[in-house]
């Protein structure tokens, strides 16, 4: 897949298609490659990130993804832009950015603002998912990434590598180049995560690459649609799919209905009932 991932920044996007887009499609479909830095304790919210979250009308990020502490949400919103675009300016003088970089750069800002002025309204559209519902009242602090560009540029010129740190740090922006995904991914075993989207449907998997950790313990069918293909892939993996579109709660092993004090109850009486006229 590294190689495969490699020869799709090189290449052309196929006609028709845009090239930022080429390649979120394929970091959708294999999902190890969607960085998601900074997660908190509770690592990845529903081990899922969110294609083509809006956070407004106008304002759409690539991706979204949630992670939590016992205190705050991070929400975490992210720009992928083309490998080949420059960060640096040709110039022998002074280290400058290109006006692609600084558009790049000036588009996570609007996000940024409209963060500060409107949080309520992204809050709403996530609502859903800040999940137990208990903690939906938490701090939220929103969080931004940016991947743009190749490692050439400033890997062998340690001013161009302060430079831009100390940028991204002054701007709050976690800065990934596509040759910096491969290294993490060449360093590690990244896993992979579910493709959510949000429609005006509610949300649903564009995507299900794996087990859904605890979304079928606090998300309800009408907040969240599955497929049939879908239902039945997540039956064979022992999701009690069925129950839950009855409006179970999945709360064992985020799998399965726990049964109620009361059933228990009744079920450890009529064990003992049958043991003793057995004896």
């Known amino acids: 897949m590294i ?13 028709g298609r845009q090239k930022e887009q080429f390649i979120q499609d394929y970091m959708e479909e294999h999902s190890e490659f969607i960085p998601t830095p900074g997660l908190e304790n509770h690592r990845l919210h529903f081990s899922s990130v969110i294609s083509k979250f809006p956070i ?88 931004y990434v940016l991947v743009y ?13 302060s430079t831009l ?31 959510m989207r949000l429609s005006k449907a509610g949300y649903s998997f564009k995507h299900l690459h794996c087990t859904p950790a605890n979304l079928f313990a606090y998300m309800t ?8 293909e879908q239902s039945d892939l997540l039956n064979s993996w022992g999701y009690q799919i069925n129950e839950w579109k009855n409006g179970h709660q999945l709360t064992l092993n985020s799998k399965c209905v726990a049964e109620s004090p009361d059933i228990l109850a009744e079920q450890i009486l009529q064990s003992i009932s049958h043991r003793y006229n057995g004896s």
């Open 3 to 15: 190689e495969t991932f490699k020869k799709i920044l090189d290449a052309k996007a196929p006609k």
């Open 56 to 143: 407004d009308v106008s304002l759409i990020c690539d991706y979204a993804y949630i992670t939590k502490s016992s205190i705050k949400w991070k929400i975490y919103f992210v720009e992928l832009e083309k490998p080949e675009k420059k960060i640096f300016k040709e110039s022998k003088g002074q280290i400058g950015f290109t006006s692609e970089f600084n558009e790049a750069v000036s588009q996570i800002r609007s996000w940024k603002i409209f963060a500060r002025s409107s949080s309520h309204s992204i809050k709403q559209r996530l609502l859903p998912l800040l999940k137990p519902s208990i903690m939906a009242g938490n701090e939220i602090e929103y969080c």
């Open 149 to 161: 560009g190749r490692n050439s540029e400033y890997q062998n010129n340690q001013k161009k590598r």
């Open 165 to 195: 740190s100390e940028f991204m740090s002054s701007e709050g922006i976690k800065f990934y180049t596509y040759d910096s995904i491969i290294s993490e991914i060449e360093a590690s075993s990244p896993e992979k995560k579910n493709i």
């Open 221 to 228: 069918s009408e907040e969240f649609t599955l497929s049939d």
